[in-house]
């Protein structure tokens, strides 16, 4: 073992201790420190037994076995958390040491950490780290942002534990200043939202309107898994239905109680949708579509009260699967380009000058949102840097226009059927919203003019112009003076 650690690791969780071996399997000494100190004793004499790992019970001795500039990762709780943990560390780091991020913080939080610790000549990193516990072991998808002067000396890390796609290339690239790397991260997981929940109600399709048993919709996904659906969230969701629970006998998933949890993320990413005004409906859904499930007793209570339709789907199946399927496709377009157009909201917001060719590239591999389709969307982006929005791309477009008839039938069968769809359902209105060359939000500029005086502009007028009129004859002349699209 060496003298000098290459890098340390703080937190021992499940994310932890995996990036930690990771790292060492590549080569790196890792010096490690948990506050529950029992915990680094028992990772020394188990996972780590024999590795070039240091187990440290003191952040001074923590920071004396690094080499310099000193690289610590952070692998704690995002909060409160990663504060006391700089603040603890700081005293002890000089001019150049790096700190490293890698948990879900919000971005805000890096923009304000990241100001705070250079004031001190401190280097920060927000890295997005994403792939969980399997992923973090054998190669997650890596999002570093922060102070660009810190790449060099973290880079050689970071790129050899991501995940490798393309004869090598790591799922791990620089994304740009501040907080952009903890949004890039929160973008995927508002996407990995979206894509939960589009499967999720495909699988309520199949086994409420079409009755079909675990074991036959986890053979229905496996197949979607070898076309244009090939993706890790596909591929885990046919293994999950095939499994058995062994003291009932019965399928795991139907024992599993229908109340969704979540760590904020996803409410983060249809936060930050509002506040850069940017439409997300389907990531802001799946987030709503987790809270109405976890009122799991006032549901009981309101299905013996409330009717509704309860009708099997007709028709040949294997015609209905495969609309189906497409479905969900086109759907799952419509939620990534929500994603992108989050990202590119942000990088014109912040100055980012974010690379969406680079960004669906590392998503490809490692990830929980990686999925085939992601290569289509790096070539979009390679091909027009500046897209407006996915949908228009010309691969995508083809397959919305040849999607739309099942889309929209399956849509049409959920809603006779009772069936709740609501990332399927948003999805198909965000696409029709996007492709209207004229939507009824005039009227409502009419409305807002007819009691608040907010103004408007014609259609026959250059933008920019604004016009009131006093529609009872009773006001006067004066409009307001804020207006906001």
Same mark, same amino acid.
């Given at each position: 073992m060496k003298d000098k650690a290459d890098i340390a690791v703080i937190g021992l969780a499940v994310m932890g201790e995996n990036i930690i071996l990771n790292i060492e399997s590549h080569g790196f000494t890792v010096a490690v420190y948990n506050r529950t100190t029992t915990k680094v004793d028992a990772f020394i004499a188990g996972r780590g037994k024999g590795k070039n790992i240091m187990g440290c019970h003191l952040i001074p001795e923590l920071i004396a076995v690094l080499s310099r500039p000193r690289k610590i990762m952070l692998m704690v709780r995002a909060g409160a958390a990663v504060d006391e943990l700089i603040a603890e560390i700081m005293p002890h780091l000089e001019a150049g040491d790096i700190i490293i991020d890698g948990g879900n913080s919000h971005y805000t939080d890096t923009v304000r950490r990241s100001a705070m610790v250079l004031a001190q000549g401190i280097l920060y990193v927000g890295a997005g780290v994403s792939g969980g516990e399997e992923g973090a072991l054998n190669g997650p998808s890596i999002m570093p942002g922060g102070h660009q002067e810190a790449w060099p000396a973290i880079k050689p890390i970071l790129q050899a534990i991501a995940a490798k796609v393309d004869n090598g290339l790591p799922c791990c690239e620089w994304i740009g200043p501040d907080g952009s790397g903890h949004f890039v991260k929160m973008v995927h997981n508002g996407i990995e939202y979206g894509d939960m929940q589009l499967i999720s109600e495909a699988y309520h399709i199949m086994s409420q309107g079409l009755g079909m048993t675990p074991t036959e919709m986890s053979d229905v996904f496996k197949d979607w898994n070898t076309g244009i659906l090939d993706s890790y969230l596909i591929e885990i969701t046919a293994d999950i239905l095939s499994k058995v629970d062994k003291e009932t006998g019965l399928p795991i998933v139907d024992i599993i109680l229908d109340a969704a949890g979540? #760590?904020?993320? &996803? #409410? @983060?990413?249809?936060? /930050?949708? $509002?506040?850069? &005004?940017?439409?997300?409906?389907?990531?802001?859904? /799946?987030?709503?579509?987790?809270?109405?499930?976890?009122? #799991?007793?006032?549901?009981? !209570?309101?299905?013996?009260?409330?009717? &509704?339709? !309860?009708?099997?789907?007709?028709?040949?199946?294997?015609?209905?699967?495969?609309? $189906?399927?497409? /479905?969900?496709?086109?759907?799952?377009?419509?939620?990534?380009?929500?994603? =992108?157009?989050?990202?590119?909201? %942000?990088?014109?917001?912040?100055? @980012?000058?974010?690379? *969406? %060719?680079?960004? %669906?590239?590392? @998503?490809?591999?490692?990830?929980?949102?990686?999925?085939? =389709?992601?290569?289509?969307?790096?070539? !979009? *982006? +390679? /091909?027009?840097?500046? $897209? +407006?929005?996915?949908?228009?791309?010309? *691969?995508?477009?083809?397959?919305? +226009?040849?999607?739309?008839?099942? @889309?929209?039938?399956?849509? #049409?069968? +959920?809603?006779?059927?009772g069936i709740p769809i609501p990332a399927l359902g948003t999805a198909l209105t965000y696409y029709d919203a996007y492709r209207s060359k004229r939507l009824p939000a005039n009227l409502i500029q009419a409305q807002r003019d007819y009691f608040g005086a907010h103004t408007y502009e014609r259609i026959d007028q250059p933008r920019g112009v604004f016009f009131h009129t006093n529609w009872t004859g009773k006001g006067g002349s004066t409009s307001s003076s804020s207006y906001s699209v």
């Open positions: 979540q #760590k904020g993320t &996803g #409410k @983060w990413a249809s936060q /930050a949708g $509002l506040d850069l &005004g940017i439409s997300i409906p389907q990531i802001a859904e /799946a987030v709503f579509a987790r809270y109405i499930s976890a009122d #799991k007793d006032d549901r009981v !209570a309101a299905s013996s009260m409330l009717s &509704g339709p !309860a009708c099997p789907v007709t028709g040949i199946r294997p015609d209905f699967l495969n609309q $189906l399927r497409d /479905a969900v496709y086109a759907a799952k377009i419509c939620s990534y380009a929500q994603g =992108f157009q989050l990202l590119r909201a %942000a990088s014109i917001e912040y100055d @980012w000058a974010l690379n *969406y %060719a680079e960004i %669906a590239f590392m @998503w490809r591999g490692g990830c929980i949102i990686r999925a085939r =389709f992601l290569e289509n969307i790096t070539e !979009a *982006y +390679a /091909a027009d840097p500046e $897209l +407006a929005n996915l949908l228009i791309a010309p *691969y995508f477009a083809q397959v919305l +226009a040849k999607s739309q008839a099942s @889309w929209r039938s399956v849509v #049409k069968t +959920a809603i006779d059927c």
